[in-house]
């Protein structure tokens, strides 16, 4: 098979608290939104598709920044969200872990007999990917949870992860229909999780001699092919190291922010007086909706919006968190009645930040940056999981329907 890479995701104890999940809840769905707004629903699921994207996603929300956790938590959030406004934005996500894992079928026939889409297609593509990647492939990982995006014309985005609980490591699977030609044959827009070695592989386009029993799905007209497969390898360590990070993009991202010329004339473009701490966030942000694939081959830049709730880089700064989900709102609000200057501030925003970093950017010297961070957290509300503990995990069950 193909792999969209290789990474470490380490099986992370605790659950994400209320404080966080809220946030993260609106924080997906702004930023969801904004990509529809901008460049439609199908560039939705094609970047939550791709296992970059979806990483620093989850690193901008305020998740670990390499755990398994950023699966379950960013498809929860991006559900929550999105679901109550599928009639406005045409998006649904169906399934989730363990047990809403298993309610995938029935919500997708729900869906599609409002919509009128072939459900009885849908829920096979929803079983096929499952087996698939829980049968088809013995890498040693069983799967526990099963996410389901689906678009208002068809397409759609599967995100799965299976767990190896001898190993305490996860992997994660991307599926996007447009590049589906055949569920038999390189299927995945995207695999990753800890090299394990050689691993059998039924959807191999080597294995072709072994596929004579399997059955053979083919897709109709598919609309278009995924160009390039997307490759991730995260390390197993907790916190951020200047490895992890592009410091040219991250200096041209803190430029924009704390030098005052530079401050100054990048909150003139986004239509509000904004402190520094704030703007290093929206830059962020403003990256994730706007930026092309390349910009996300370094998933952990994107924990210096608001930080992780385990404290790495630092604790979630609260009071940013906050302000920046009002600016994006009152950008979104703006937007809806005709008023786009505010909404496209942030796509100016994130080409500013690109010229910055072409041109005279220095490099960002990470522990000064992580050491102002927790110099400021206070001032910030920041908080993290271990000064407000959520209570204990609970344990998820793995498929078995599908």
Same mark, same amino acid.
Request: glycine share 10%; charged share 20%.
């Given at each position: 098979?193909?792999?969209?890479?290789?990474?470490?995701? &380490?099986?992370?104890?605790?659950?994400?608290?209320?404080?966080?999940?809220?946030?993260?809840? *609106?924080?997906?769905?702004?930023?969801?939104?904004?990509?529809?707004?901008?460049?439609?629903?199908?560039?939705?699921?094609?970047? /939550?598709?791709? &296992?970059?994207?979806?990483?620093?996603?989850?690193?901008?929300?305020?998740?670990?920044?390499?755990?398994?956790?950023?699966?379950?938590?960013?498809?929860?959030?991006?559900?929550?969200?999105?679901?109550?406004?599928?009639?406005?934005?045409?998006?649904?996500?169906?399934?989730?872990?363990?047990?809403?894992?298993?309610?995938?079928?029935?919500?997708?026939?729900?869906?599609?007999?409002?919509?009128?889409?072939?459900?009885?297609?849908?829920?096979?593509?929803?079983?096929?990917?499952?087996?698939?990647?829980?049968?088809?492939?013995?890498?040693?990982?069983? %799967?526990?949870?099963?996410?389901?995006?689906?678009?208002?014309?068809?397409?759609?985005?599967?995100?799965?992860?299976?767990?190896?609980?001898?190993?305490?490591?996860?992997?994660?699977?991307?599926?996007?229909? &447009?590049?589906?030609?055949?569920?038999?044959?390189?299927?995945?827009?995207?695999?990753?999780?800890?090299?394990?070695?050689?691993?059998?592989?039924?959807?191999?386009?080597?294995?072709?001699?072994?596929?004579?029993?399997? =059955?053979?799905?083919?897709?109709?007209?598919?609309?278009?092919?995924?160009?390039?497969? $997307?490759?991730?390898?995260?390390?197993?360590?907790?916190?951020?190291?200047?490895?992890?990070?592009?410091?040219?993009?991250?200096?041209?991202?803190?430029?924009?922010?704390?030098?005052?010329?530079?401050?100054?004339?990048?909150?003139?473009?986004?239509?509000?007086? =904004?402190?520094?701490?704030?703007?290093?966030? *929206?830059? %962020?942000?403003?990256?994730?909706?706007?930026?092309?694939?390349? $910009?996300?081959?370094?998933?952990?830049?994107?924990?210096?919006?608001?930080?992780?709730?385990?404290?790495?880089?630092?604790?979630?700064?609260?009071?940013?968190?906050?302000?920046?989900?009002?600016? *994006?709102? $009152?950008? /979104?609000?703006?937007?809806?009645?005709?008023?786009?200057?505010?909404?496209?501030?942030?796509?100016?925003?994130?080409?500013?930040?690109?010229?910055?970093?072409?041109?005279?950017?220095?490099?960002?010297?990470?522990?000064?940056?992580?050491?102002?961070?927790?110099?400021?957290?206070?001032?910030?509300?920041?908080?993290?999981?271990?000064?407000?503990?959520?209570?204990?995990? $609970?344990?998820?069950?793995?498929?078995?329907?599908?």
């Amino acid at each position: 098979m193909r792999r969209s890479g290789i990474a470490n995701l &380490p099986l992370h104890g605790g659950s994400v608290p209320k404080w966080l999940a809220d946030r993260m809840t *609106l924080l997906g769905t702004a930023i969801a939104e904004n990509v529809v707004h901008h460049y439609g629903v199908s560039a939705l699921l094609s970047r /939550l598709a791709d &296992p970059f994207w979806f990483q620093a996603l989850g690193s901008v929300m305020g998740m670990d920044w390499h755990s398994s956790g950023i699966t379950t938590s960013v498809l929860g959030a991006l559900k929550r969200g999105l679901n109550p406004r599928t009639q406005e934005l045409g998006i649904y996500i169906c399934g989730g872990r363990g047990r809403h894992s298993r309610q995938t079928p029935a919500e997708l026939l729900r869906y599609a007999d409002g919509t009128g889409l072939n459900g009885d297609a849908l829920v096979r593509c929803s079983r096929l990917a499952a087996r698939v990647d829980n049968n088809a492939i013995a890498d040693g990982f069983q %799967l526990y949870l099963h996410g389901f995006i689906l678009a208002a014309n068809g397409e759609w985005t599967i995100v799965q992860q299976g767990m190896n609980g001898a190993s305490g490591m996860a992997r994660r699977y991307h599926w996007h229909s &447009p590049a589906v030609k055949n569920f038999t044959s390189e299927p995945h827009a995207g695999i990753v999780g800890e090299h394990q070695g050689e691993i059998m592989n039924l959807v191999s386009a080597f294995a072709q001699p072994a596929q004579q029993a399997l =059955l053979n799905i083919v897709r109709n007209h598919p609309h278009a092919t995924l160009a390039d497969i $997307r490759k991730l390898t995260m390390p197993k360590h907790h916190d951020v190291r200047a490895a992890d990070v592009d410091l040219q993009r991250l200096g041209a991202v803190l430029a924009a922010a704390y030098e005052r010329e530079l401050h100054d004339f990048a909150s003139l473009l986004l239509l509000e007086k =904004l402190g520094p701490r704030t703007l290093q966030s *929206l830059a %962020l942000v403003a990256e994730v909706i706007h930026g092309t694939p390349i $910009r996300f081959s370094d998933p952990a830049r994107f924990s210096f919006a608001h930080g992780g709730k385990d404290g790495h880089p630092f604790p979630v700064p609260l009071k940013t968190y906050d302000e920046t989900l009002q600016i *994006l709102r $009152r950008s /979104l609000e703006a937007a809806k009645v005709g008023n786009t200057d505010k909404i496209d501030g942030l796509r100016r925003l994130d080409r500013f930040v690109q010229a910055i970093e072409h041109s005279q950017a220095p490099r960002a010297d990470l522990e000064a940056t992580v050491a102002r961070e927790l110099k400021i957290s206070d001032s910030l509300g920041g908080r993290t999981v271990a000064t407000h503990p959520a209570g204990p995990r $609970r344990r998820c069950k793995q498929l078995s329907l599908f």
